[in-house]
C-alpha cells in the first residue's frame, strides 16, 4: 500500500483571537497544503469561515460548523458529564419561591448589559443572580462548598466564581427558582452556531428558560427540535419575550407574582417541560450516531 504524503493541517477553534488568525494566515501562505481540517468542538468556529477561500486545497469542517461533519459536542458531554439531581427533586414545584435565576461567570459585554439592566431596575434582590469580575463577584445565592458539585479544578481566581460546567449548582438554588435566564458564551447563537452547557443546564434541570439573545434563541431551538418558552407568559405580558430588550422588563412583571403563580406556571408548563427533556437524549443520541457512522474519520 502506497504511504499517503499528502499535507494535511488541523486548525482548532478553542481560544482562537484575532491575532492568532493572523499567525496562522502567514503560515499558510508560506506551506503547500492539500487538506485544511477545521475544528470546533468545545468552542464556536472560526468567524468569518470565507477567509480560508484563497487557498487552493480541500477545506473539511467539524463541530460546530454547518454542513456534513456538524456535531454537537456539548450536548454530547453534558449527557455524560452532568450531575444533576433526581426527577423528584427537579419537578417538585412547591419548592419555587423564587422568580428567576441568572448565573454568570465571565463579564462579556451582552452579561454585563443585561446585570446592567436588572441592577437599574432594582430586580437582582428578587432573583438568584451572580456575575463575575475582575478580583469580585457577586452572588445572591446558598453557597455550600461541601455540596455545590464544583467542575474539577474549577478556579475562582480569574472571575471569582467557580466554573462550574458540571452540575446544576447547589440543589437548593436550583429547586427554588422558576425560569432560567441564559446568556450563552456567544451573543447571536445562529451567527455563531455554538452553544454551551448554559442552554442545556435548563433543558436537563426541567425548568422553563428564556435566552439572551438577538431572536431569544428561538430559531436555533427550533431547528434542533426544542420548544421555547417566549409565548408562555401572555397571561401576564404583552411583550415580545424573544426580543432581548424586553427581557429585563418582562422579570419586572414576573417579579410582581406570587410564588403561587411561579409553582402553578411551572406545572401548567410541565408538559413542554417533559418534551425538551426527553428531546435532549433524542438530541444526543443522534449526535452519537454521527460519531458512530465515523463522522470524525471521514475527514
Known sequence: MARDTSRTVVINSVWYSTEYHQQVLAWLRNNQ????????????????????????????????????????????????????????????????????????????????????ELQSLDLLPHGMVSMGGSGTATRSLVVDTDHDNLAPNASREHYGIPNDIVSLGHVENWQRHFVNIVTETFYDINRTGFVSEKIYKPVVGCRPFLVYD???????????????????FRDITDLDLAMPDNLADFLVVLCEQTPQYWQA???????????????????????WIKIKQGILCQV
Open 33 to 116: 497544503l492539500d487538506r485544511i481540517v477545521l475544528v470546533a468542538m468545545i468552542d464556536a468556529a472560526i468567524p468569518r469561515p470565507e477567509w480560508y477561500a484563497e487557498f487552493d486545497c480541500e477545506v473539511v469542517s467539524v463541530g460546530y460548523y454547518p454542513g456534513d461533519h456538524s456535531l454537537d459536542f456539548c450536548a454530547v458531554f453534558v449527557n455524560k458529564f452532568l450531575n444533576a439531581p433526581t426527577m423528584d427533586q427537579l419537578t417538585d414545584a412547591s419548592k419555587i419561591d423564587t422568580a428567576y435565576m441568572c448565573l454568570n461567570r465571565k463579564p462579556h459585554w451582552h452579561r454585563q448589559k443585561l446585570y446592567n
Open 214 to 232: 438577538p431572536d431569544g434563541g428561538t430559531q436555533w431551538l427550533r431547528d434542533h427540535g426544542f420548544e421555547s418558552y417566549v409565548t408562555d
Open 265 to 287: 406556571k411551572y406545572l401548567a408548563l410541565q408538559e413542554k417541560i417533559l418534551y425538551n427533556k426527553h428531546h435532549f437524549t433524542d438530541h444526543v443520541q443522534h449526535q
